[in-house]
């Protein structure tokens, strides 16, 4: 059951719900909910959205999560040149992928899931680069690459 409990509040609540306790039956103790939401227009480009949940178990104190955080990005620019350059590979991936962006200089690589979050952020300012990655979970991810000409170009990464 979930309900509007307030002015950007989503509550959800699971009656007799009777997960386990993870000390007990680890897999069978974890729970799940989603939602999507509807932005107020205009939301402009560069908009942050950041979202994060206070869960509370029984009657203790809530656990809180990390903010998750979206950035709003609308992009009808088509990829000339300074896309081409840019090459990731191996795509798919298990462990870490070589970025290079020909002779530009790399100034920033940030790794999104696919629900937007940040899961990496590094700076190396070289023409090439190596993302290790071994550590996520398998899925799609967006390789953003912001190049010191200033430059952005993003890829797709299927992580194995």
């Excluded at 609540?13 to 009777?18: S, V």
């Excluded at 799940?32 to 009657?59: K, M």
Aim: hydrophobic residues 40%; negative net charge; proline residues 7%.
């Amino acid at each position: 059951m979930r309900s509007l409990v307030g002015q950007g509040v989503l509550k959800h609540i699971f009656p007799n719900i009777l997960l386990p306790d993870s000390n007990v039956n680890e897999a069978a103790s974890h729970g799940f909910a989603s939602f999507r939401i509807r932005p107020h227009v205009p939301l402009l480009p560069g908009t942050v959205i950041e979202n994060t949940a206070n869960i509370f178990f029984d009657y203790n104190e809530p656990v809180i999560t990390e903010p998750s955080i979206l950035v709003a990005e609308f992009s009808t620019e088509v990829g000339g040149e300074d896309a081409n350059a840019l090459f990731i590979a191996p795509n798919p991936a298990t462990t870490e992928v070589r970025i290079t962006a020909g002779h530009e200089v790399i100034a920033r690589v940030t790794l999104f899931a696919a629900d937007g979050r940040m899961m990496m952020n590094t700076v190396p300012n070289t023409t090439a680069t190596t993302l290790n990655f071994g550590t996520l979970p398998s899925g799609l991810y967006i390789v953003q690459v912001d190049l010191a000409s200033g430059t952005t170009s993003r890829k797709r990464l299927l992580k194995h």
